[in-house]
């Protein structure tokens, strides 16, 4: 027999994670699946190989390329609280050009039909900034003055960034490996488990959905049905609900769709689902100083120079400093011609390991990428990369390149392209020939089928995303509370 719940949402990131608790502190009966584990910051104990396995999904990889090389690395979390547990904790709100880019590629709209903007934003990103404990940092380590000077050099200036780090932060680096000890702000620790240890939230950890479940209804539309999902000890569990929120990142939600038939409804907008991936395709440029950095000691992105952000300025933005973990590095070096750096070469660079301080470069795309769903999920990514998009990649290296031997580097190395800022594969809109979901992320062919993460964004942001994934997510979770209550039959009578 079926269980039956008001709400499931599928996957608990930046968008998943709140709207899940939110629409569970109203009263709503909400199950939270997560194909990760629960994992408590008492289990971080910053040792990256762990926290791969525990924290992170595999890699997966974009073909740019006919011959396959220069492919772009995309990574993301996989446990509750999904990529948030391992992020760096930028908490920049949404550009004016975001949302000018937004209506001109998919009409999306706001309030009273007008031009979605800041105005139909801001209220929940004051929501979302007080939550997440967001603040300046100004508190910058040795490794960002030296390389400030490499920008001064050239004329330009590093900013302080918002970050959601509390002032309990202790600058120990290890973001990326899971914060030990909850001053960096996440889904978890800042949503779900206090919804989950009040008794409001339930939530399926490791398990894995196979199936959004719909039905058609009157006019050739369909709604929402409920989920089917397979629990830890391998039992196909299905679940009855006439709201559904598919949040389980860029990569995945799209092929969950796939597999489910809904790209196949014969409308524009359901053929839209998994074809305008965006990447914000990004490189860490490292320099090789004399003296010691030791830049994995820090809050992971401690300023930004923002010049260049804007696309008739360049296009890109600039993030100082950083390093990956050992073997993070070391796997992810590159040569001058893209191949991965091998033999005496990479152990010459690794052995400067304290000695190392890197910038990290962003640049807009044009969101062209294709997913492709595989049944294990996996899928397959195509991202061709036009000339507009390599100026501005190639454009973005030399300034990293330049800033790096002005601040007094001995050598420059790079990774080659990665990414963990996956947008807008199931983009919303208020057009439906240029749109797989309407201005309130729900699927325009779909009753009650809501699409809660970065797939949903229209174009891909100038700046980290997870802040606006998350003023999103709230925005949707007070609509579902708001308009939904006819399709939720068992709360209403209550």
Avoid at 90 to 115: C, F, H, M, S
Avoid at 175 to 183: E, L, V
Avoid at 272 to 285: A, D, E, K, N, P
Avoid at 423 to 444: H, K, Y
Wanted: contains cysteine.
């Amino acid at each position: 027999m079926a269980e039956y719940r008001d709400v499931v949402v599928v996957g608990s990131g930046a968008g998943g994670g709140i709207v899940a608790t939110r629409l569970a502190e109203e009263g709503r009966r909400v199950l939270l699946i997560e194909s990760g584990g629960y994992h408590l910051a008492g289990s971080y104990n910053r040792w990256e190989l762990r926290a791969s396995r525990q924290l992170w999904n595999p890699p997966r990889f974009a073909r740019t390329r006919e011959d396959g090389s220069r492919p772009i690395v995309m990574v993301s979390g996989k446990s509750v609280g999904g990529s948030t547990n391992i992020n760096t904790k930028v908490g920049i709100r949404a550009q004016p050009q975001d949302y000018r880019k937004w209506y001109e590629a998919a009409g999306l709209t706001g309030a009273n039909g007008r031009p979605f903007g800041a105005a139909d934003l801001d209220p929940w990103f004051d929501r979302v900034e007080q939550r997440m404990q967001v603040r300046r940092r100004a508190d910058w380590s040795h490794s960002v003055r030296v390389v400030e000077r490499g920008f001064r050099a050239l004329g330009h200036e590093l900013h302080p960034v918002m970050s959601y780090t509390n002032e309990d932060c202790e600058s120990c680096g290890s973001c990326t490996a899971g914060c030990p000890t909850n001053a960096g702000g996440t889904t978890l620790n800042r949503y779900i488990h206090g919804a989950v240890v009040r008794g409001q939230l339930e939530v399926a950890a490791d398990s894995e959905v196979r199936e959004i479940r719909t039905v058609p209804t009157a006019g050739g539309r369909r709604e929402a049905s409920g989920v089917e999902y397979v629990d830890p000890d391998g039992q196909h569990v299905v679940v009855e609900a006439p709201v559904v929120v598919v949040a389980a990142g860029a990569m995945v939600t799209p092929q969950l769709l796939q597999l489910s038939g809904l790209d196949r409804l014969g409308t524009p907008a359901s053929s839209l689902i998994g074809t305008t991936l965006g990447t914000h395709t990004s490189r860490m440029v490292h320099g090789v100083f004399d003296q010691i950095m030791d830049a994995h000691v820090v809050y992971p992105i401690t300023a930004h120079c923002k010049d260049f952000a804007d696309d008739t300025a360049g296009g890109f933005v600039v993030e100082a400093t950083t390093l990956l973990d050992p073997i993070a590095l070391a796997s992810n070096l590159v040569d001058t011609d893209f191949r991965p750096l091998w033999g005496e070469p990479l152990s010459r660079v690794m052995n400067n390991y304290r000695y190392l301080a890197a910038v990290f470069m962003m640049t807009n795309d044009s969101n062209v990428g294709v997913v492709r769903a595989t049944e294990d999920l996996v899928g397959e990514f195509e991202v061709p990369i036009p000339d507009e998009d390599q100026r501005r990649l190639d454009d973005a290296f030399a300034f990293c390149h330049e800033v790096l031997r002005a601040a007094g580097a001995r050598d420059v190395v790079p990774t080659g392209y990665l990414t963990s800022h996956m947008q807008g594969s199931v983009r919303m809109g208020g057009d439906p020939e240029r749109s797989a979901c309407d201005p309130n992320q729900q699927l325009w062919d779909v009753d009650g089928l809501y699409v809660g993460d970065a797939s949903a964004i229209s174009r891909t942001l100038t700046f980290n995303p997870s802040l606006t994934i998350m003023a999103l997510a709230e925005r949707l979770a007070q609509h579902i509370h708001d308009n939904t209550a006819e399709r939720l039959p068992a709360l209403a009578a209550a």
